[in-house]
T-cell receptor, first 113, second 113 residues
């Protein structure tokens, strides 16, 4: 299946710092999604991207759909303790059975007060 | 706010027993997904429904797993018999259609002893 490489695997930052993480694919995707997952809960959708080059913001979060359609970036500005969690990217591509989303391995974020 | 409902939230069973999980998607969402998430990894698709039809079940271990969405609304995922390696979080998600952003339920945490 298609592989999504997400980096970094984990981050430890001070409260107030900015955060950047990215996701790369071996294949072209048509949609990129970014999720946050707290322990024991389901992923919560943060941002959806539909066009190459698209830059979308949601509060302190900003995500971009890479021009090559093989990557996406998520930035968090002025981090706060509640930003702690695991962030997943998901890319949507076509398979012989239709549209399917593939998930990255996650970036674990720890914010130190 | 509309949400995806799942039950039970937690399930502990012994190997060789049968287990079943239930999912009620967001009203009006035609596409329903079941994912399995192993600790420390991203969700992996098990089965995808479009209304009552299976679109993709290529990753579903069909010797022991089954899924149905008889009326095109709620869905059930069954495992029989459960094995130790089935211990994981089982997530249900729904979307308006294929390729649209997916919304996840809280998940069912399965532990097989």
């Amino acid at each position: 299946g298609q592989q999504l490489n997400q980096s970094p695997q984990s981050m430890f930052i001070q409260e107030g710092e900015d955060v950047s993480m990215n996701c790369t694919s071996s294949s072209i995707f048509n949609t990129w999604l970014w999720y946050k997952q707290d322990p024991g809960e389901g992923p919560v959708l943060l941002i959806a991207l539909y066009k190459a080059g698209e830059l979308t913001s949601n509060g302190r979060l900003t995500a971009q759909f890479g021009i090559t359609r093989k990557d996406s970036f998520l930035n968090i500005s002025a981090s706060i303790p509640s930003d702690v969690g695991i962030y997943f990217c998901a890319g949507q591509g076509y398979t012989n059975t239709g549209n399917q989303f593939y998930f990255g391995t996650g970036t674990s974020l720890t914010v130190i007060p | 706010e509309a949400e995806v409902a799942q039950s039970p939230r937690y399930k502990i069973t012994e190997k060789s027993q049968a287990v079943a999980f239930w999912c009620d998607p967001i009203s009006g969402h035609a596409t329903l997904y079941w994912y399995r998430q192993i600790l420390g990894q991203g969700p992996e698709l098990l089965v995808q429904f479009q209304d009552e039809s299976v679109v993709d079940d290529s990753q579903l271990p069909k010797d022991r797993f089954s899924a149905e969405r008889l009326k095109g609304v709620d869905s059930t995922l069954k495992i029989q018999p459960a094995e130790l390696g089935d211990s994981a979080m089982y997530l249900c998600a729904s979307s308006r259609g294929q390729g649209n952003e997916q919304f996840f339920g809280p998940g069912t945490r399965l532990t097989v002893l």
